[in-house]
């Protein structure tokens, strides 16, 4: 066994994508296969299998299986979760129901709201009540305790969960609760809410403890059998999960705190663009994700993808804000939004042109696949404007039909007497400027300027719109990493052994209580270092954080703070580490309203060994010309034009050519405008710098 | 002809670059600001407005009462200063209810945007500041000078330079001078995002003004609401409801409908005269809350602009409740404006019940403000914020505990507590106050408070429906009353200030909204889940009786 050979595996809707890295032999090897749905192991195994063969190796020779998935997302979007039953400090049962009482569309009369996880009549309320500094205010009472318990049996719940007020600041009625249940010998898993998101702000704590209840009994069995069965197929080294926070971890800590894998998949993207980012040095991206149903925009800086410490699940509006559940889990900060290639078209009441958020999916898919699709998305639209070839979509393996998708688009534009190909354009412009406009909000939320950032565009579809998308956020640089079907893949065995930990403890800064805050760090401290080391790391780095805010707003931000002993010596930079991040967020510094800090946040990872990028290719490189031929594509502001195609796997490192040109890889297709200049980068890479001067939107 | 100009496609591309320009501006207030108003009532609004004052674009969570409020606040400024009088930088503001939003709190901004030295635009933004001076949040003051500070149309910035005594006047009247200033400034900077992104969608769209845009996109909203409005049946159609008021003046709102092809006017004609206590809404609130209510049920969909209620008109007589005259008090006029919403739907009601909610038990909010000193010393001032349950609708039962026709939301306890010295026993739904129905009504809350300050607290009551519960619709019944009591049983005054001892206990029960539609057609099953959820009780499950 060499720990030189690694494989990643993610697991995604349709596609379970394989990557195995031969350290020894510096090459990569990639793989797809159709994710067996019921068991996703099943493909896992079948996909190994392959790989290993193809590689020429055998499974005992890897050292490391890292996984990532969307089962748990899938869990709650589909509610096939288990029967959990909710206990609450009395008078509460109800807060994971009534929630944030807002409504996310202020003009719709019955706007649906996402029904919580826990029934009522599984909400069980017992006496017990801490404050705000953690004191006991009523003690737990433990026969009520027991009562609720019973009842919980009777009803044959399958998790437990736990949530009791002002539990982030005090866990001694949550642990001495816990305690009882498992000494009841009841065979349940049992989350309470001091140990999945101690955090303050009771709804999103217990919404997130009930939702990670939900998906423990599944992702329990899920993963003991996925490891049981690498074994038994042969593999001596570890298996890995990826955490929502781009983070790998155990199998162990994955099955306490499943719901932490909620966003593995892009989470797994974006560590992918920031190793690209490091590789090539670019200190500022956004990586570009854009596949059949969602785009994902993740803003990298200094080769780090941003973190939030929220995320909302399951909406039941699609994308939009605030109707979904919330979860305080860790996660990469990224944006999804209803735009893909799958992304269909209409004409609205108005008479105006829409583009998603609804997909057509991967079946029916769009018209061109033949598979009973109707409506015109923007698969169709590109195929139209000549992006894609009727020939060699995923390499040839599916012939696309253009003549019944020219007849459909064209009766889409009829009624505005627009023609097929500005039809098509539209749909095309209006995809972008709505992946534009969600870029720009996300970014200016950063404090943020879109023009200093390069682009790393990946998924199927990425590639094909990076330009037209480039192009509207002023961008100068696109690159296109090879691989751009199996980067989540990649991401997965490129991102560092990590975990995030949060305490809260509100105060103002100059009521510190400087031992609580050490004790707090020294605490998360020594179970980060614990569960690296398990996971075989051999030395941890750490990095401390607050959320503050002025006394009196209700937002907070995050605040880096500095590495020494945190005491009354360092109030002075913490105080400027927040001064300087509010200023670079809203432009301001106000120095004379006093300063709170309600949550205190760690990151520990470990660090982890090059991974060389040689990828093995069909056909393997160099051999072939890169010119296959010519075809009519159409650019904005421009209309058809002769166009270069170019074999992506003739492209030798090197290489220049001018646009206007189509890249054709097996995955994607890379389109550049008459403006942009390609060059081909030591790792393959296609770089496209789009000159200066010609970047106005047409 | 209009058409013309700009193809369906760059028409959906610049409408909704409009939109996000608001929005993006909108973010950096919010996020910005201090006061729990702005951040957990979404009482602020960003627009811009055409050179002309015509309102093009607004954020798309911003609150509805400022819909349409703020080109008739820049008539006003227009008079004060003439449109050729404004140079970049400079910005304007008022509170003055009559002209502005209604009440002394919020602060409307003017600002200009300039482009290649020309007026393309006004930039507008509402916010409730943390403070006014005069009496802290009530209902009940007898005269508008009780309630605070009138600032008239004032210049607060000239050429990017603010206007000193201005500012140390302001700051120097209100009792958080920091967090006002705080406040200002994130007024001032959602503008400055205003200006820099229309000032690059201009030049990214090649076009030198917003004039054609402007024209063109309100006529799309325009046909839209007229098509919507012409397909309710032609008729006169009235509805009347009753009040709590203040003590023996109980208030009546009498709203007379009349739909005309594709026009449609409101008339509150037969609405009590003007009282002497805070609940009196001005004409551009009465505005607000009419013209909210009727997009939401006839054209959701269509983002709005001063297009979108050209073929609806509001009229209310002057002395009323609903267009009182200078200087009535007006601090609590969302008692009022709240229930428009619920006059409307029960016209309506008879014209398109498919369209329309039973009354909401959530209009209109109740608010109990406190006040005081916490254990540290600290003041501190908390409004406790939380809704009643929405009416239920034709295929739906009411949204429980949710705010309509306002969009308030609700703070966390766990928060709440740690910033000010009170402990909060119970939050929960409350069986049997929704109202009975073919769909139920949305069920309020019951939310007990503690006083564990060693020092009184002060508390504030702004509330309503302790005598006129929220109606049902279509045979619906009604939901519950608001309830609100100390431990002892004794009730405080709905709307009054008083003074809590520690270890006192506050008791309130918010109400729930209406049905809709007859009990005994409600399904079998609806009613045992929610017997099982307990949201109804045996005897709240015998109004179902078949």
Redesign the interface.
Known sequence: MSSLIRMGVDVGGTFTDFVLVDGLRDRIYTGKRLTTEGDPSQAILDGAQRLVDEASITIGQIAGVIHGTTLVANTIIERSGAKVGLITT??????I??G????YD??????E?PQPLV???LRLEVDERL??LGTV?RPLDEAQLRDAVTQLTTEKVEAIAICF??A?RNDIHEKRARAIVQAMALDVPVSISSEVAPE?????RSSTTTANAYVQPLMQGYLARLEERLKAQGLVGHVHVMLSGGGATTIRAAQAFPIRLIESGPAAGAMAASFYARLMGLDHVISFDMGGTTAKMCLIDDCRPQHAHEFEAARVRRFRKGSGLPLKVPVIDLIEIGAGGGSMAR????????VGPESAGADPGPICYQRGGTQPTVTDADLVLGYLSPDYFLGGEMQLDLASVRESVAALGAP?K?DVT?TA??IH??VN??MA?AT??YV??KGRDPRQYSMIAFGGAGPVHAYGLAKLLKLRRIVCPLGAGVMSALGLLVAPPAIDYVRSY?TRLN?IDWRHVNQLFDGMEREARRLLTDAGAQEVTFERRADMR?V????EIDVPLPNVALGPDALGSIRESFLTTYNR????R?E??PIEALSWRLTATAPMGEVALNFVRPGESGSRAPLKGRRQVHFAGIGFVDCPVYDRYGLRVGDHLDGPAVIEERESTIIVGPDGRITIDRFLSVVIDISAGTV??D | MEDMAFDPVSLEILWSRLISITDESAAALLRTSFSTIVRESNDFAVSLMDANGNSLAENSAGIPSFVGTLPRTLVHFLKRFPKEDWRPGDCVITNDPWMATGHLPDVTMVAPVFHRGTLVAFSGTIAHLPDISGALWSADCRELFEEGLRIPPIRMLVEDRPVENVMEFILGNVRVPDQVLGDLNAQITAHRVCARRLAEFLDDANMVDLAALSETLQGHAERAMRAAIATVPDGVYRHELKADGFDADETRIHCTLTVDGSNLHVDYAGTSPQIGRGLNSVMNYTYAYSVYPIKCALDPLTPRNAGSYRSVSVDAPLGCLLNPRYPAPVGARQLTGHLLAGAIYGALAQAVPDKVIAECGSAPTARAVFSGVDRQGHRFSQILFASGGMGAGPGQDGLSCTAFPTNTGAGSIESFESISPLIVWCKQLRPDSGGAGEFRGGLGQEIEVEVVSPEPVHLSLLSDRQKHAAQGSLGGSPGALVEILFADGTRPHPKSRTTLKPGDRLIMRYSGGGGYGDPAKRGKAAVADDLREGLISDVGARNYAQ
Do not use: T
Not at chain 1, 100 to 103: A, P
Not at chain 1, 106 to 111: E, H, N
Not at chain 1, 585 to 588: C, E, I, P, Y
């Open positions: 009395r008078g509460f049962r109800d807060s129901a009534i944030r009482e807002l409504r202020l003009y719709d009369l019955l706007m709201q029934p009522r009549h404050d705000a205010l007020l002002h982030y303050i702000r009771e709804f999103e004409i609205d009441g108005m008479g105006l042109l829409k505005l627009l500005a354009a539209g412009s209006i400027e709505n406009a720009r909000m200016a939320e509100v009521d002025h009196g707003q209700g937002f967020l809203f432009d301001r106000v004379s309203v106005k939107q």
